[in-house]
């Protein structure tokens, strides 16, 4: 049974007090019509846009199990509202609460495709993927008002540079021209997040992103383009969707998916508290049980810190999980792989751009 009194249309269903920057600006806000349109009542405390300017785009990946080395996000909070978000403690370090505010204030980097540009030009810079959204989601509500992502993209055509996208979003296929550009060249990949085939399950978990019918779709057009889609059946939750795993895999596999890839959910820093709370207004006749597995996969605690084990679990539960997970991958993707991202494209250009001066 659902609590009545939960905020519809938000993942988090608190905040905690921090002090808030003071340029504001209020936009329209298309995901609480959406909500509306379906019959409930959405949160009316409208998305902020706060636009920041930040001296670099590109960070360095430093953790040794995220699979990265070089990531980039246009953006800062995220509107999607996935309750069990490892970004939203990066929201903390602006001064806003990992909470609401993850989803309600959402920090604008216009300069971004600048930046990287000037990066790119650098003489020292050695071409290696650049991963797009290793926080935040880069094709989130704002970017249909901004276009960020798509700047950035153009100036990752100019410069015959490798980058991977990560994203939950359909509005990735409004850059098709770009994508297919890219990948003529074998310059762009992309992780497609794809966490419930179930209605209900999606729209609770991750309020404002596109429906799992649509994320389905654009694994197929982009597969059908020439775009290698890795699909990320991230985080499994036990008792939520770890029922899943089969089925979700053989209909991603279908639709065109070369590869899947997992992790188990940990609940770390504010996270702990807003899931907790959230699972016990949305899902009150199993927050318990499933509070308890998340703690059997981490040792008895919502979260794992270490290095390897964090993102992986440990006990029973991570073991069926990972033995699902390893039947899936031999049952529908024996013959598949992933391709690696041409890097030598953006030495040759940039070879030949240098003799120009």
């Known amino acids: 049974m659902f609590n009545d009194k939960i905020i519809k249309g938000r993942g988090a269903q608190l905040n905690k007090h921090n002090r808030f920057l003071e340029q504001e600006h209020e936009t329209r806000d298309d995901f609480l019509e959406y909500c509306e349109k379906e019959g409930e009542q959405a949160d009316k405390d409208k998305t902020l846009y706060l636009e920041v300017f930040p001296k670099t785009i590109v960070n360095k990946v430093t953790s040794p199990d995220v699979g990265m080395a070089f990531s980039m996000n246009p953006y800062q909070g995220c509107e999607h509202g996935c309750i069990y978000c490892y970004a939203r403690n990066s929201h903390e370090f602006w001064g806003y609460s990992a909470g609401l505010d993850f989803e309600r204030r959402i920090l604008v980097k216009k300069e971004a495709p600048r930046l990287l540009e000037t990066l790119l030009k650098k003489k020292n810079w050695k071409a290696h993927p650049i991963v797009m959204s290793g926080n935040t989601d880069c094709y989130q509500p704002a970017e249909r008002r901004f276009e960020i992502t798509r ?207």
Request: include cysteine.
């Open 151 to 357: 700047q950035c993209l153009e100036v990752f055509l100019k410069y015959r540079h490798p980058v991977s996208i990560i994203t939950k979003n359909a509005l990735i296929l409004r850059d098709l021209d770009l994508l297919k550009a890219l990948a003529k060249d074998n310059l762009v990949s992309v992780n497609m997040s794809i966490t419930s085939l179930s209605e209900e399950t999606r729209r609770i978990l991750e309020p404002r992103t596109a429906t799992s019918k649509k994320r389905l779709e654009t694994v197929r057009t982009l597969s059908e383009n020439g775009i290698p889609v890795n699909v990320m059946i991230a985080p499994i939750i036990p008792s939520i969707n770890s029922h899943e795993i089969l089925p979700l895999a053989k209909m991603v596999s279908e639709q065109g998916a070369l590869s899947i890839a997992h992790t188990i959910v940990r609940l770390n820093g504010a996270i702990g508290e807003i899931f907790s709370d959230w699972i016990k207004k949305t899902m009150p006749d199993r927050a318990e049980k499933v509070l308890h597995q998340i703690e059997s996969c981490h040792g008895g605690s919502l979260n794992d810190s270490r290095y390897g084990k964090r993102m992986r679990g440990e006990g029973k539960i991570a073991e069926q999980i990972h033995n699902l997970m390893k039947l899936a991958k031999l049952k529908y993707f024996k013959d598949k792989k992933m391709p690696g991202l041409d890097t030598s494209l953006y030495e040759t250009h940039k070879d030949g751009q240098l003799k120009l001066f």
